[in-house]
Each structure stands twice: as structure tokens, then as C-alpha cells.
Nanobody, 121 residues
């Protein structure tokens, strides 16, 4: 049973950058997704990348965030630049056989535990 472990979160000033990682314990040639959830808000799709490299972004992060993956290392990344206070949330990665922006748990085979990103104004 594969597991996903996120890392790279932290506290950063507005305008700063962070790079999140999502490491899979096994080989997962699935679509890798990033979601985020702020307190009191619904889970929000952030970005996704297919095993072949096709990428997808929410409009709110387009041009600021870049998703990538290293299939040899079973790891996905989310480079976040020009961070804003509204980007503050717990960021989760999820792996699924199909692309899904729903955030509904049954759409995905694996979920990570999340990593907190806090952007100070």
C-alpha cells in the first residue's frame, strides 16, 4: 500500500516562495494532484499533473505556481511563487488513476496528511 508524504510547508512573507514535495512510498504512475483547505473553507483544487507531464492549474494560482514530478523518485512538487495571504491553507497531495478536480476522497487512491502553508502580510 503506497503512502504519500508532503513536506516543504512553512511560514513565509507575502511575495515569497515555497516548494512543496509529495513523496510516494511506492511507484505511482497516477495523476498527482494538489489541493488546499483553509479553516472554515471547502477543499480547493490547486493543480494536477499527469504521468506524461500535462499540467492543470486553478485560475487563482495560474502564473504563480508550477507543478512538476520526478517519476524516477516517485515525487511530485509544487513550486509556489509570489505567495499571497489568501494562499494560506493546509496543502494536500492526492494520487488517482484519473484527473479529478473534485476533491472528493473516493476519486483518489491515495491522500497525504497535508503540510501547512502560512503567508504573512
Amino acid at each position: 500500500q503506497a503512502q504519500l508524504v508532503e513536506s516543504g510547508g512553512g511560514l513565509v512573507q507575502a511575495g515569497g516562495s515555497l516548494r512543496l514535495s509529495c513523496a510516494a512510498s511506492g511507484r505511482i504512475m497516477y495523476v498527482m494532484h494538489w489541493f488546499r483547505q483553509a479553516p472554515g473553507k471547502v477543499r480547493e483544487f490547486v493543480s494536477a499533473i499527469r504521468s506524461g507531464g500535462s499540467t492543470y492549474y486553478a485560475d487563482s494560482v495560474k502564473g504563480r505556481f508550477t507543478i512538476s514530478r520526478d517519476n524516477a523518485k516517485n515525487t511530485a512538487f509544487l513550486q509556489m511563487n509570489s505567495l499571497k495571504p489568501e494562499d494560506t491553507a493546509n496543502y494536500y497531495c492526492a494520487a488517482g488513476r484519473m484527473l479529478s478536480m473534485s476533491g472528493i476522497p473516493s476519486d483518489y487512491d491515495y491522500w497525504g496528511q497535508g503540510t501547512q502553508v502560512t503567508v504573512a502580510s
